[in-house]
């Protein structure tokens, strides 16, 4: 298994372009969450989804839409980047059926967004 | 969810135990105390997680006081690789399937030396 794959790893933007980070997860999860990371920070949460089909905002919402795809895959949009934007992405997913594992959340490798 | 409160670093001899504190004094009784750790430029990783009882397993072990008012996560031959930011995380359990959010504080930077 692959676990949590994002898409892309780094990418670099112009203020007011658009851009949408992807997320896929193979592990059959009900739940998938979008966290940003500035430096010397913690995650804050930008955007969750329970269950296919349903979103919710988190902590930090503005200036971002997201999409539950499927199960499988969860997308965040950025529509209009600005320099705020620049931040580490990190999307991860969890179960809430495995007993053992209830609600420990895998995280992907991340991606690096640099808006100028 | 409960606010937590960690140390902003902590050392520690390669080989000897890491003992990190956290203090969760607001928690409430359905509450449970989670830690991630997150290696440089990586993901979060789950570590353990607990209620009351002390928990063991293959990375670490969590002693909960029996106030439930703090805790500490025990790295018992840390090595190189714990060099990490290590995360408390205070969070009630919600049944029915829902979500699970997780909020996440700056943590404690543990950095083992040779």
């Known amino acids: 298994n692959a676990g949590v794959t994002q898409t892309p790893k780094f990418q670099v933007l112009k203020t007011g372009q658009s851009m949408t980070l992807q997320c896929a997860q193979d592990?059959?999860?009900?739940?998938m969450y979008w966290y940003r990371q500035d430096p010397g920070m913690g995650l804050r949460l930008i955007y969750y989804?329970?269950?296919?089909?349903?979103?919710d905002k988190g902590e930090v919402p503005n200036g971002y839409n997201v999409s539950r795809l499927n199960k499988r895959e969860f997308s965040l949009r950025l529509e209009s980047a600005a320099p705020s934007q620049t931040s580490v992405y990190f999307c991860?997913?969890?179960?809430?059926?495995?007993?053992?594992?209830?609600?420990?959340?895998?995280f992907g490798p991340g991606t690096r967004l640099t808006v100028l | 969810d409960a606010k937590t409160t960690q140390p902003p670093s902590m050392d520690c001899a390669e080989g000897r135990a890491a003992n990190l504190p956290c203090n969760h004094s607001?928690?409430?009784?359905?509450?449970?105390v989670y830690w991630y750790r997150q290696i440089h430029s990586q993901g979060p990783q789950y570590i353990i997680h607990g209620l009351k009882n002390n928990e063991t397993n293959e990375m670490a072990s969590l002693i909960i006081t029996e106030d439930r008012k703090s805790s500490t996560l025990i790295l018992p031959h840390a090595t190189l690789r714990d060099t990490a930011v290590y995360y408390c995380?205070?969070?009630?359990?919600?049944?029915?399937?829902?979500?699970?959010?997780?909020?996440f504080g700056k943590g404690t930077l543990l950095t083992v030396n040779p």
């Open positions: 989804s329970a269950s296919e089909g349903t979103t």
């Open positions: 592990m059959n999860h009900n739940s």
């Open positions: 991860a997913s969890s179960t809430v059926h495995v007993a053992r594992a209830e609600n420990e959340q895998f």
């Open positions: 607001t928690i409430s009784g359905n509450e449970y």
């Open positions: 995380i205070v969070r009630l359990r919600r049944s029915g399937g829902s979500n699970y959010k997780l909020t």
